[in-house]
């Protein structure tokens, strides 16, 4: 926490607005206007609902497909299902386990409606190729940058290059809430409905814009929009996003310095960030030989008290995933990095036992 998320809480409930929309959140809408160039910003509960928010919008019907990696969190596959979508997994790079813009295109069939990417661990996927094939074809691109947020892609914020974008503020990403999230609308075609979606299907927003004399029911929705407190603490966090992202950095940076040589001798790999990528410290990962060794490295780690874990199971390993979702073609990276890749604590707070984590993992390397 940056010590001010209370005195922002306590100031929403004198300003006697708990419920959404307040002061709060609409300062933190602005900064993500204001940070990332995106059109227009919503506060949303989580990530999640911003990705079912965007599903909404691109109109996804049943039997529609969207073609997304399966390295991911269950909520990139689940907006899209439940809408009666089929996600169609393609495999990821090997550099930056994104997902591999090489194999999207022949993935792309009739039914085809949209690209939904995952910038993961903050670092952008090729999105100058992927834009260009959704342009090709006529196909939105969402941009799930739930891990995203104060990265960018060759100048431009993550989150502000697709169509749409969702954030995340959960309690485990950079910049925290929580529970909570954002809709980052880039075309502004999507950008009124966004609103009446977000405040149950009505036309709220516009009637306390004066632009129209009372609000009614005019499309479907949901309450997509968090209440005051929430934002309130979000907007703490928002105030030191810089700060934070330079704490981050630096553990960052003394991890990959102090891999360097275990790296050289081929005991691990360490994170790839290509050229044009301004990554923004959301996670540091090692990837070993094996699951065999990973699963020791857990274990040597956690007899020091260390906790260090693995990332996602592939979706389309997953039951939900071989019901309601498709792959195209075979997934050998997905599988092979998924068992070996391991992440390694990384918090504002870590600095004083970052000597003691680093010095244990190189104990294993060195054993």
Same mark, same amino acid.
């Given at each position: ?41 919503? %506060? ?6 911003? %990705? ?85 074809? /006529? ?48 075309? $502004? ?21 004066? $632009? ?16 005051? %407190? ?37 005991? %691990? ?79 504002? /707070?870590?600095?004083? $036992? ?14």
């Amino acid at each position: 926490m940056t010590g001010e998320e209370t005195v922002h809480i306590l100031e929403a409930h004198a300003n006697g607005q708990l419920a959404g929309n307040g002061p709060f959140t609409r300062a933190c809408q602005q900064w993500l206007v204001d940070k990332t160039g995106c059109k227009k910003a919503l %506060l949303t509960h989580s990530c999640t609902s911003a %990705l079912e928010m965007a599903a909404l919008l691109i109109d996804i019907k049943p039997g529609d497909e969207v073609i997304m990696p399966s390295y991911t969190f269950v909520s990139t596959a689940n907006a899209f299902v439940l809408r009666g979508a089929v996600p169609v997994f393609v495999d990821i790079r090997a550099d930056t386990l994104n997902i591999d813009e090489s194999l999207i295109e022949a993935a792309i069939t009739a039914k085809t409606r949209a690209i939904c990417v995952v910038h993961y661990a903050g670092v952008g996927c090729e999105m100058d190729s992927i834009m260009a094939i959704a342009e090709r074809h /006529g196909l939105y691109v969402i941009e799930d940058a739930a891990q995203g947020i104060m990265s960018d892609y060759h100048g431009r914020a993550l989150g502000s290059i697709g169509h749409l974008a969702a954030f995340s503020f959960h309690e485990t990403k950079n910049v925290i809430s929580g529970e909570g999230g954002a809709l980052l609308i880039n075309d $502004e075609r999507f950008a009124e409905r966004a609103e009446i979606l977000w405040e149950k299907g009505t036309n709220r927003s516009s009637f306390f814009r004066g $632009e129209v004399d009372k609000y009614t029911w005019v499309d479907i929705g949901s309450s997509f929009l968090p209440g005051e %407190l929430i934002a309130a603490f979000l907007w703490a966090q928002l105030e030191h996003a810089d700060g934070i992202t330079a704490r981050r950095l630096h553990i960052w940076n003394n991890y990959h310095t102090a891999f360097a040589d275990p790296e050289t001798n081929h005991q %691990l790999r360490r994170p790839v960030i290509p050229e044009g990528c301004r990554h923004n410290a959301h996670m540091y990962y090692l990837i070993y030989d094996s699951l065999a060794e990973r699963s020791a490295f857990i274990a040597h780690m956690k007899a020091a008290d260390i906790m260090t874990v693995f990332h996602y199971v592939p979706l389309h390993l997953a039951p939900a995933g071989l019901k309601y979702c498709r792959t195209h073609g075979p997934l050998p990276i997905t599988e092979q990095l998924s068992e070996r890749l391991v992440r390694l604590p990384l918090w504002p /707070g870590l600095e004083t $036992e970052l000597p003691r984590v680093i010095d244990t993992a190189l104990a294993f390397a060195n054993a």
